[in-house]
């Protein structure tokens, strides 16, 4: 079955950098697009930053523009997030994505919290 594993969230202060990873499994990787979302307390999920399979085409919110990016390492099987000048307003839970068959899949998430 597909899943979706994620690693690499953390504390960080205001300013600093943190990489996520997503490793997956149970489909062919290689084909499909994958997403990051986050979700703040309070907040509903939102779309962070999107990767296409074959010509690497990526898309981010505006709010994370020029200061996140997405990279994705097919033979690995994953897919990364580089997150830089991190804002306290960038704490949430950041979850892997993928839409597999019509339906949309999630890893379990991991924690990004930005305070000083």
């Known amino acids: 079955q597909v899943q979706l594993v994620e690693s690499g969230g953390g504390l960080v202060q205001p300013g600093g950098s943190l990489r996520l990873s997503c490793v997956a499994s149970g489909f062919s990787f290689r084909t499909y697009a994958m997403s990051w979302y986050r979700q703040a307390p309070g907040k509903e999920r939102e779309l962070v930053a999107r990767?296409?399979?074959?010509?690497?085409?990526?898309n981010y919110a505006d709010s994370v523009k020029g200061r996140f990016t997405i990279s994705r390492d097919n033979p690995k099987n994953t897919v990364y997030l580089q997150m830089n000048s991190l804002k306290p307003e960038d704490t949430a839970v950041y979850y892997c994505?993928?839409?597999?068959?019509?339906?949309?899949?999630w890893g379990q998430g991991t924690q990004v919290t930005v305070s000083s």
């Open positions: 990767i296409t399979a074959t010509f690497l085409n990526t």
């Open positions: 994505n993928v839409m597999w068959f019509g339906q949309n899949y």
